[in-house]
């Protein structure tokens, strides 16, 4: 076995063991199953854990009675959308919404996350974890610890919840009853990635210094002790049972139900930024600071695809949940829309002032959200 697959196979064993942890308290709460709880595989020589789970930080909330910060609603240039199949000089205008973080001097927007379910926008901002609503922009609640910079959030499957990245700590807020359920400490440095399982009750963190956590959004305990994998980036499958995942030019897809894992070439030439799966699990978009992307098919186990129009470092690739397309922000201020199927460039979305860091779709497809380092979020409506 190569010394690479290591990491991704204790990565399988961490997983499995907060899912078989799942596995035997539903046995045990049910007491009608006969089948006995598979076995937990256990590591040797683990160091112990030092994440700790305390469900009692609570952000201030502010509710829309008092939205602060208000968002200004900008004028959309024309043209806002350059068409690339044809000449250059053929411009589409098509309706895009802006609005700006206001409230700081220097406002700036880390990550972002379209609901599943409902048009809401939650933001990772220098301002805090902020919620609007994409139809009419109201800012429907601001949760903010004072001097908190809020760095990842993603939705729970059933759009109730989020998890927050915020400094070393994760933290899970129920959007409901606008309250912290639960704070996970661990991690030593602030954090990068996080994401929500599809199917099971896991959410995973990555911060800044690699170094991975599995936490448990039932019991809020940690499933596996934080461990340095030397990670970016991270995705579940849209099926739950894989993970995909970078440690610096190097990609992985992890199966963590059958700990098997499948380690792709090294075809990118500079650090991985972010990864995205299509909507059926068979193939995944990479994006990079070699200023490229990569599709990868996963029955292939190799790169099919290269796209390259950036003439900057990738920071957010987003597959469209229909398939069709591919959409990548990059430090050059421009959104590209790509073909999915012929790897071609469709449209440029240009407007932003500062990098794009982070892409987000509508359940539908229809509208792309794009947040910038300038402070500014913009929607645009994607014929």
Not at 72 to 88: E, F, G, M
Not at 209 to 225: K, M, Y
Not at 287 to 316: A, T
Request: one cysteine or more; aromatic letters at 8%; a negative charge.
């Amino acid at each position: 076995m190569k010394i690479e697959l290591i990491f991704p196979l204790l990565l399988s064993v961490a997983l499995l063991a907060g899912c078989n942890q799942i596995g035997a308290k539903t046995v045990e709460e049910t007491a009608v199953s006969t089948i006995e709880p598979a076995v937990t595989p256990t590591l040797t020589n683990t160091p112990e854990s030092t994440a700790t789970a305390t469900p009692t930080y609570t952000p201030t909330v502010t509710e829309t009675a008092v939205p602060t910060p208000t968002p200004t609603i900008i004028p959309s240039p024309t043209p806002s959308l350059q068409n690339l199949s044809a000449s250059d000089s053929v411009l589409i205008t098509v309706p895009r919404t802006d609005f700006v973080l206001s409230g700081q001097s220097d406002p700036n927007v880390y990550d972002i996350a379209v609901s599943p379910i409902d048009k809401l926008l939650a933001v990772a901002s220098n301002q805090g974890l902020l919620i609007f609503d994409l139809v009419t922009l109201d800012l429907i609640v601001a949760a903010e610890e004072d001097g908190s910079v809020e760095k990842s959030v993603a939705w729970s499957p059933d759009g109730t919840r989020l998890v927050v990245g915020s400094g070393p700590r994760v933290w899970i807020w129920n959007y409901e009853t606008r309250t912290t359920e639960y704070e996970f400490s661990g991690h030593e440095v602030e954090m990068y990635h996080v994401a929500w399982s599809p199917n099971l009750p896991l959410v995973v963190s990555v911060a800044n210094n690699g170094t991975f956590g599995v936490w448990n959004v039932e019991t809020g305990e940690p499933s596996a002790p934080v461990q340095p994998f030397g990670m970016r980036t991270i995705q579940f499958s849209p099926n739950g049972t894989a993970l995909l995942f970078n440690q610096g030019y190097q990609l992985f897809v992890t199966d963590f139900l059958n700990t098997t894992a499948i380690e792709f070439s090294e075809e990118h030439t500079d650090l991985v930024t972010s990864v995205s799966w299509n909507p059926e699990g068979t193939r995944f978009v990479s994006g990079s600071y070699d200023d490229s992307l990569r599709i990868w098919d996963l029955e292939q186990e190799d790169s099919i695809m290269v796209l390259e129009k950036h003439v900057d470092d990738i920071l957010d690739v987003a597959w469209s949940p229909d398939g069709t397309y591919i959409a990548s922000g990059s430090a050059d201020l421009t959104t590209l829309i790509w073909d999915a199927e012929t790897g071609e460039p469709v449209y440029r979305l240009r407007g932003h002032s500062e990098s794009i860091r982070s892409l987000g779709w509508f359940p539908d497809g229809s509208h792309l959200v794009t947040a910038s380092e300038d402070g500014t979020i913009r929607i645009w409506e994607i014929p």
